[in-house]
């Protein structure tokens, strides 16, 4: 072959080549070995930022011991005040419901209601606080109970009044219901304060149909002696609640102690307040049957129930410790008050 042709075929591959390359982008063209054996690099994945981590795990510990250590003891307020007196009595009203009125107002709308907070908020931790409410709550419970059943209606035929039927029932609702409560229902709950707010409201009702001489407040021995039989056994039922917490806990600490405590000093207080100025309402009966003198030692038992304040609540043995029982020392106030308020109804009763 002649060596022109040669040359000239040479060149039409190389055009050949050339064109393949422009027209095909995707092709691989070979580099003549200088990646040859090279695997193509991996991206990294870039680190976690160890320092990040850090300052967001400090700033949740600082927000709790904030939450915790520094909002929930302000938040803290146990207040058996023994002087505790409404702002005003309506004329012609009960002094002993505008007191029960004003303590519930005190606990939810003063310090606000806490044994339902959840477990995040500040007193999510607290349990002496939330006792005591409860407590108070039950003494105003059955109080308003006893309005209803006897002291606000003619006899027990005649018809029951209702704002006293709307209170004692919104009072008995469970203290522990937040706004999402599961174990009742996966649907939205109405919290127990609101709940108590109606009961507050509805003996405020009561009084101020009471003193326009709309309503029933019977000031009579017999109504008297069936109020205070009542609230006798209530505390009975108590006392059976210190015994059995006596047995509880490690050594001379018990949580179920301190609970049952806190829960009967709420209701001690609530019901030396209350009876304190059902006293003034039945003065006039207290004067006719000389029962001063025992009224005033049941509500001395009930406050002393209620002022006792420990540092820590001991649960020591009562036969060999050396240590206090402050449950049995709270129990026997109860129990001398019991033993009056029963006086009290056997001298009424006759």
Known sequence: MPARLCFNGR???ANVTTTTATTAPNTIVPDHGKTAGRLPKARLKPRPSWRKLKIVIAALLLGAAVNYGVLGPMAHNIDPNPEFQPNSIPENGSAAIATAAALMNRELNVYSWTPN??????????????NFQTGVVDAVGRFSFEMLDQIGRRSGSSSADPDLERASGFLQYPPYIWVWEPSRSLLPSVPSENQYRQ???????????????????ERRADTLAAALSRISDDLGSQTS????????????????????FYRNKGILYGYDIILEALGEDFSKVIEENNLGPIWAQAL???????????????NGQTDRSIFANHLALQGFAMKRAILQLQELVSVLAI
């Open 117 to 130: 907070d959840p477990w995040f908020a500040p007193t999510g931790l607290l349990d002496n606080m939330p």
């Open 241 to 260: 609640q210190i015994d059995r917490a006596q047995d509880t806990g490690w050594w001379i600490f018990s949580r179920t102690a301190d609970d049952v």
């Open 11 to 13: 060149k039409e591959a």
């Open 199 to 217: 009961g507050l409201e509805a003996l405020e009702r009561y009084n101020a149909r009471l003193s326009r001489g709309e309503a029933v407040f």
């Open 300 to 314: 001395n038992s009930l406050r002393q129930g209620s002022q006792l304040r420990p540092a820590i609540v001991l």
